[in-house]
C-alpha cells in the first residue's frame, strides 16, 4: 500500500525520518512530495496513493477525483477546514486529524506574539507586561489549555469562554470560565483565539467583538486568518489607536494592516505556529500510525468525516 506525505509546508527532517520508519516498517511504501506549489503535481502524485499524509494543503474534489484509490486522508495537525469532508465521505474516504499533538508548539507562539506586541515589536521603546494583565482564551480546547498553562507561568489572569467545553473543566486548570463571548471581550486586556474555522466562525471576529475590549487591549489570532472580519477589524484600528493586533499568517488585508499601523500589528510571514521540529514529529508520527492502523485493521479513532 502506498502513503503519500505531500506538504506543500515540510516537516521538519525528524519527522520525515520518523514517519518513514512508521510507514517502512508496517511493510507499506512511503512517497513524500514537498513544496509542490501547484496542484498539477498534487494531482498527479495521488494517482497511486491509497492513503494522504497532508498538513494544511487543500485537498478538494479534484483532488479527490484523481486518487481511485484513496482510503484516507490524515491531516497531521488539528484544525481539517482545508480538506472537503463532504466530498471525501461521498468518495468514500475516511478523514482524521490528530488533536492535540502540535498544540503546545501553537501555543508557545501564541506567548511569544503577545510579549513581542506589549513591548511594541521590539522597536526599542517602553513597552508593558503581560504579568497581572488579564487573558481571555477564546475556545478552550488542546491549544487553548496550553495558553493557560503558559500564561499563568507569566503571571496572567486566565479567563475562557468555550460554548462546548463544561465549565469545571477549565476551571479545574486555574481559569475563570465565563458566561458569554461577550463577557470575555469585555473583561480581558489580550484575547488569544482558538476556534477552529467552520461557517459559524468565518468572519465572526470583528468590531462587535474586539470593539468591547478595554483601552490598551491586544488581539492575538494563531488560529484563521478567515476568522477574522478584516474590514471591521481596520476600521476599529483606525479609530482606536489602542488597539494592537498579531497574526500567525498574514490576513488578505496584509498590506491595508502593515501600512495604516505600523507599530500596532505584526504576521508572520508563513503560518508557523505548528512548525516545530517536536509538533512536526508528534503530529506526522500519529498521522502515519493513524492511516497504517486504518489500511491495515480499519481502526478510524479520529475520524472526522461519516
Ligand atoms: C493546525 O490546524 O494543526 C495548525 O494550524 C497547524 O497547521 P500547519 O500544519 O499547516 O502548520
Request: proline share 3%; with cysteine.
Amino acid at each position: 500500500m502506498k502513503i503519500l506525505v505531500a506538504t506543500d509546508k515540510p516537516f521538519a527532517q525528524a519527522a520525515t525520518a520518523a514517519i518513514e520508519e512508521v510507514v517502512t516498517t508496517s511493510g507499506c511504501e512511503l512517497q513524500l512530495l514537498e513544496k509542490y506549489a501547484t496542484k498539477d503535481k498534487l494531482i498527479q502524485a495521488v494517482g497511486n496513493a491509497d492513503a494522504l499524509i497532508v498538513r494544511s494543503d487543500r485537498i478538494d474534489a479534484e483532488v479527490m477525483d484523481a486518487a481511485p484509490r484513496l482510503k484516507v486522508i490524515a491531516r497531521a495537525g488539528a484544525g481539517y477546514d482545508n480538506i472537503d469532508l463532504e466530498a471525501a465521505t461521498s468518495h468514500g474516504i475516511c478523514v482524521m486529524n490528530t488533536p492535540g499533538q502540535n498544540a503546545n508548539a501553537v501555543a508557545e507562539l501564541a506567548l511569544g506574539l503577545m510579549v513581542m506586541a506589549v513591548r511594541n515589536m521590539y522597536n526599542g521603546t517602553s513597552g508593558t507586561e503581560l504579568k497581572g494583565k488579564r487573558l481571555g482564551i477564546h475556545a478552550y480546547g488542546n491549544v487553548g489549555r496550553n495558553v493557560a498553562r503558559i500564561a499563568q507561568g507569566f503571571g496572567m489572569e486566565t479567563y475562557a469562554y468555550d460554548a462546548y467545553c463544561p465549565k469545571d473543566i477549565i476551571e479545574k486548570d486555574g481559569t475563570k470560565a465565563l458566561d458569554s463571548v461577550e463577557e470575555l471581550y469585555r473583561t480581558c486586556h489580550v484575547v488569544s483565539l482558538h476556534i477552529p474555522l467552520t461557517p459559524e466562525t468565518r468572519q465572526s471576529i470583528g468590531r462587535n467583538l474586539v470593539g468591547l475590549m478595554p483601552q490598551g487591549a491586544l488581539l492575538v489570532n494563531t488560529a484563521r486568518k478567515e476568522v477574522i472580519d478584516e474590514e471591521a477589524l481596520i476600521s476599529l484600528m483606525e479609530e482606536r489607536k489602542d488597539l494592537k493586533y498579531v497574526t500567525d499568517i498574514a490576513p488578505d488585508a496584509n498590506n491595508d494592516f502593515v501600512q495604516m499601523f505600523a507599530g500596532r500589528y505584526f504576521a508572520t510571514p508563513k503560518k508557523m505556529g505548528a512548525q516545530t521540529a517536536e509538533a512536526n514529529t508528534n503530529a506526522g508520527i500519529a498521522a502515519a500510525r493513524q492511516v497504517v492502523d486504518y489500511l491495515l485493521h480499519g481502526i478510524d479513532k479520529y475520524r472526522v468525516n461519516r
